[in-house]
Structure formats: C-alpha cells, structure tokens
C-alpha cells in the first residue's frame, strides 16, 4: 500500500514533460547490458594511465597552470642563473685567461658557471614538481576522489604510482623547457650528445620517479594540506642545498661534503653534468645511475607497500 | 535464488556477523549483525555520526573492520575485497566527482579503474547518462553541474560497473524536493528494472519509509532494531486515540480497557490516552461507551504512528545532528555549498 502511495506523490510532484518514454526504452536495453557480464581487466596495472592522464590532463588543460609551470623555470634560470654569476669572481681578478679557464674547470667543469647551474636547475624543477605530488594526494583525499578510486578494483600500488607518474611527466617537459632555455641563454653546447641528452632525460625520470614517491608516500595518510606544506619547505630546501646543484661540493666545508655524498640528488646533478658539459664527475656515471636506480626502486617500492597499509584506515 | 562462488545456494547478498570498527576510543560500528536479501531496498536509519557511513565504508572496503566477519556478493570483505569492489557499486555521501572533468569523462574514468573496455564502457556511460536525464550535460565539466546534476552523476558513476548491489550513502542529502523526487525514481526504477539490491542510509525518516523494504535502525554504533517501516511502527504500540471529555466526570478507564482492540489506557485530567491496535474501528466502540457512561465526549484525535515515534521509542532520542570528525565535517560543508550553488 505504501509503495503504491509514494509512486503517485512522486509523479505528481513530478515535472509534466518529464519523458518518461524514452527512459523505459533505454531502460530496456540497459536491462540486457546489466544480465550479461561485463568483461574486466585484471591486470594490476589498469587504470594506471587514466589516473596518471587525469591529473596530467588538469595540468595541459588549465592554461593559467601550464603556463605558470613553464614561466617558472624561465625566470628561475633567467634571474638566478644570471645574478649568481660565480665566475665573474675570477674574471674580474686579473689572472691571465688561460689559467682562469684552469680554476673554473677545477671547479665547476666547465669555464660557465651558467652551464653549471644549468644542470643544477634540472634537478631543481625535479625536485619542486615532486613536491607537490604529495599535495595532490592531500587534495584527492579532501575532495572524497581517492575514496571513489578506493572503492574501484584499482590496485591501490596504482593509485600511488599513477600520482608518481603524473608528476615525472611534468618534470620531464619542464627539464626538456629548462634545456633549451639554458642553450638560448648561453649554456654550452659543445659537449651535446644525443646519448649525453637522451641520458639526462632518463636521470630526470628517474629522479623524478624517486622523489614523487617520496612525497606521495608522506601524504598517504593526510587529509591537511597545512602539513603537506611544511613537510615539502621541510625536505625540499636541505635537499637542495646540500647537495652540489648551485655550488661545487668541493668548496664546502668537509661535513657537508659527506652529506651531499649521501644525498641521491647530488648523484643526478653529478651524472647530467658529466653527459651534458663533459664535466669531471664526482662518482663514475655508472655509480651516478646505480645509485639513483637504487633511490627510484626502493623508494617507488616503499611506496607501493605503504599504500596497501595505509592509504585506507 | 542465486548461487555463489562455493555453490551454496542463498537469498542473501550480505552477511554481517559481529561487525565492528573502533577508531581510537571511538566504537563507530559496534558487534552488529545483519543479513540483506537479494533484491530489496534496505536502509540504515540514523542521526549523523550514528555510524552508517562507517558501516557502509566497511562493506565497501574503504576501511578495515576491527573485528567481524562480511560476506557481499558471494565474497568476504577481507579476503575478496577486490571481487566485491568488481561486484558493487557505491555512491557516496559527497561529491566526488572530478570538477576539472566532463561528466561523461568522471564517469569513463570510474569505467578505467574498474578495468572496463572502452567499446563497453563508452555506450554503457551514455546510457546511464540518459537515465539519470544528464545527457544534454555529458560534455560540460562538472564544476558547472548544479547539486542536483552532480548527484545524478554520482549514480551514474556508480552504476558504470553493472553492479549487483548498489551502496548509496545519504542520497539526497541536500537536495531540493524535486531533485529528490528524481533520486528517489531512480531508486526504484534499480529495483524493479534491474532487480538490483540496494544498501542506502539516510537520516530522513520520510524517505526510509517510502524507499525501503526493510529498515535498521542504528544509534551510537549499535543497530538496535531491524524491520519493515510498518514493524518498526507496530513497534510504538498501535494507533492513539486521543478523546476529551468534560471535566470531574468519572473515570471510566477500566471499563474502555475491556474493549477488545483497545491496549493500554491513560488518563490525566480529562484527556484520555488510548492506545488501540486499529484506531478506526477502535474509536467509534470508544465514544459509544463513553457516551453510554454518560460522559460527554468534547473531542476526539486518531494519530497513526511515524518511524519518528518509533526511533523516539527505541533510542530514546529524536533524529538530531551529532558532533562528527573534522575531515567528514569539511566535506560535508563542501557537498553543501555544491548541492545548493
């Protein structure tokens, strides 16, 4: 009885040109959709690239975001590649060419402190973009998306690297905007290679690959953006300055050389400077690999392990 | 009526045993038990922060239970969770769909990570788009959606698997009546059409009385009673009849007590309180014996019980908005802003 009852107050309550019509006949064919079973990937890795394309789509489809991220590194490069002019100390002290040439190459690798920082800034922009794959979590979280994505058969390692992933495309455009910048600049180019470039992107990738796991694993559980903050100001800088992106590691005192020593980001600096600049590095550039391979495996693996746990209560 | 996975054959679609969920000191969901049956419309009744939403996020394994057994569609929410994730389908309390997107895009999206093809997904989403009456809006992003456009897309998210049981957590919360209306349409076009299960909560008495077939009440984590709204309001002791009559007449409530339908009388000053098991017939035989008695009769009130009377009588305390965490307070403040811009 009361069934029947509430069937009429809802037509009545109802809009008079609602099709009801049309409705029945989908209906019909929806019906026969639901019967048969629909075939399922099981793969683990499905939905990874339509997670990682969602928050990659957000990015290139938002043209003040895109556009943002593309200045950036133009005025980081511009302004602080161009003020922090290290070289110019030896110029301007009067020692004759050849052997100001011989100081800079001890030094930086090359007699442009410029081309020297501007390998410094591809681990920079590295370091900056993963940052905020963390917040990205933070936001899903807040926003109730990460519980819808929780609640679909997605492998919850997924979710995690689809973030990861997301965020090394983006540093890899921003190395590659970095690159030709800094050649616009003036960085130089003589050491070019198609392996030495191709080398560099794979660094990027992998660095990449290593911090976004990183921060997305400190953010598995947080719904407070606040926090997520404070870790990336907390982790970023120290990151950066000990290690040898803006200043040769030479030059600072010894118990800062052995922190960058253990500070992953340096092996990428040290590795894209030798392929890009011919510099003398500090570790052969297969240690610089290994040892970034090392960071981006286990990392990406803590990663996914912690997701199981923790990415719901 | 269906058979599962271990070839037994059963009608129901959960099982709960024993289910609880302790955050911190906090017991959200405690030792409840329940089975649902296929086919029906089921409701959990509660005020906020009564622990639906956690029971709900138990079944569909977005938490852990800390201890307790479930079993839906066939498989356990511990060792399955993944078959039950392919199996059901859930729409959540807020909104959850991504702003930046269109809608047919939120709702491809859902398809991708329940592993669809795209030659199934893409006809079955314009599909569902239709039914839910969005289909003129398939291609707008979603932070142009009014509330009740993105609700809409919420089911349709949530129907994109062709799942045998549908999870719907506070379905119309703050909706307009029409948009509620439609909400509560499609509800029963799931039932009848596709013969689907549907699990939702709700805090709105009305809507648990017209919807469900069966309805739990749930009150500080424990699920104190289960049955049909017209059980549950059996519950409260039959019909009232209210009747006044003059006053310092004498007290006839032994004698209205012997009438055979009449339960249990009350009376205080001039007002008797009757309750009576069918209020029609019942208060007819009332005035005819008062009036026998000489009593004048100044008025006389019949009122059918309400699922409100009946949760006043079984907790003790009216539907009331209770304290929640802070996360699902944020969210809560968010569904609204965007149900009502």
Redesign the interface.
């Known amino acids: 009885m009361?069934?029947t009852?509430?069937?009429n107050?809802?037509k009545t309550?109802?809009?008079p040109e609602d099709q009801v019509e049309?409705?029945d006949q989908?209906?019909v064919?929806?019906?026969k959709?639901?019967r048969a079973?629909?075939?399922?990937?099981?793969?683990p890795l499905?939905?990874l690239?339509?997670?990682t394309n969602?928050d990659l789509?957000?990015w290139y489809?938002?043209p003040p975001q895109l556009i943002i991220s593309l200045i950036t590194p133009i005025v980081w490069l511009g302004l602080f590649g161009k003020a922090l002019n290290f070289s110019s100390f030896i110029s301007s002290s009067g020692i004759p060419i050849a052997q100001q040439n011989a100081i800079l190459i001890s030094y930086f690798g090359t007699t442009s402190y410029f081309s020297f920082l501007s390998c410094g800034m591809l681990a920079f922009i590295v370091l900056f973009t993963s940052a905020f794959s963390g917040m990205s979590v933070v936001f899903d979280r807040?926003?109730?998306?990460l519980?819808?994505?929780?609640?679909?058969?997605?492998a919850r390692g997924t979710i995690v690297m689809a973030k990861v992933f997301q965020s090394v495309g983006k540093s890899l455009i921003q190395s590659g905007i970095i690159l030709i910048i800094a050649v616009a600049l003036g960085m130089e180019t003589s050491h070019f290679t198609v392996q030495g470039v191709a080398g560099t992107f794979l660094m990027v990738f992998l660095l990449g690959t290593a911090l976004s796991a990183l921060f997305t694993m400190l953010a598995l559980r947080s719904?407070d953006w606040q926090t997520q903050q404070a870790i990336i100001n907390l982790v970023n800088l120290p990151l950066l300055f000990a290690s040898n992106a803006l200043f040769p590691a030479k030059l600072m005192p010894t118990w800062l050389q052995d922190v960058i020593k253990v500070n992953p980001v340096s092996y990428a600096i040290d590795g894209v400077r030798q392929m890009l600049i011919g510099a003398h590095g500090m570790n052969s550039l297969i240690v610089d690999f290994a040892v970034i391979i090392a960071f981006a495996v286990v990392l990406s693996a803590i990663g996914i392990v912690l997701s199981w746990r923790f990415l719901?209560? | 009526m269906s058979t599962n996975k271990d070839g037994t054959s059963t009608s129901n679609i959960i099982t709960v045993e024993n289910l609880s969920k302790t955050f911190g000191s906090l017991k959200a969901v405690d030792n409840v038990s329940f089975n649902i049956k296929e086919g029906e419309i089921f409701g959990f009744l509660g005020p906020n922060g009564a622990g639906k939403t956690t029971t709900i996020k138990l079944l569909t394994t977005l938490l852990k239970p800390t201890s307790g057994k479930a079993v839906v569609c066939g498989y356990s929410i511990f060792k399955d969770a993944n078959e039950v994730r392919r199996n059901v389908g859930v729409v959540p309390q807020e909104y959850t769909a991504d702003e930046d997107m269109t809608g047919i895009n939120n709702i491809l999206l859902c398809a991708d990570l329940y592993g669809m093809a795209r030659s199934d997904s893409k006809p079955h989403a314009k599909e569902l788009l239709k039914l839910v009456e969005l289909e003129d809006a398939a291609n707008r992003k979603v932070s142009t959606y009014s509330g009740g456009m993105r609700r809409r897309l919420e089911l349709a998210c949530g129907l994109i698997n062709y799942p045998k049981l549908l999870f719907l957590d506070e379905p119309t919360l703050g909706l307009d009546i029409q948009t509620r209306a439609a909400v509560w349409k499609y509800i029963k076009t799931l039932k009848e059409q596709y013969r689907m299960t549907l699990f939702l909560t709700t805090h709105y008495l009305e809507e648990a009385d017209s919807l469900c077939d069966r309805i739990g009440i749930i009150d500080h984590g424990h699920l104190v009673k289960i049955g049909s709204p017209q059980e549950l309001k059996q519950i409260v002791g039959g019909d009232l009849i209210v009747v006044s009559v003059r006053e310092n007449e004498p007290d006839i409530s032994s004698d209205v007590a012997k009438i055979e339908l009449v339960r249990e009388v009350k009376k205080q000053d001039r007002i008797y309180r009757i309750k009576v098991n069918n209020g029609e017939e019942a208060s007819p035989q009332i005035t005819d014996l008062m009036r026998s008695k000489g009593l004048h009769v100044i008025s006389v009130s019949l009122k059918k019980p309400t699922l409100d009377d009946a949760y006043l009588e079984l907790t003790g305390r009216n539907l009331r908005e209770e304290e929640v965490d802070k996360l699902s307070m944020f969210r809560q403040r968010v569904t609204m802003r965007r149900a009502r811009s």
């Open positions: 009361a069934k009852d509430t069937d107050k809802i309550s109802e809009n049309p409705v989908i209906l064919e929806e019906e959709r639901f079973a629909p075939k399922l990937d099981r793969s499905h939905g690239w339509a997670l969602r789509r957000k489809t938002s807040r926003f109730g998306f519980d819808k994505a929780l609640s679909t058969p997605v719904a719901s209560k």
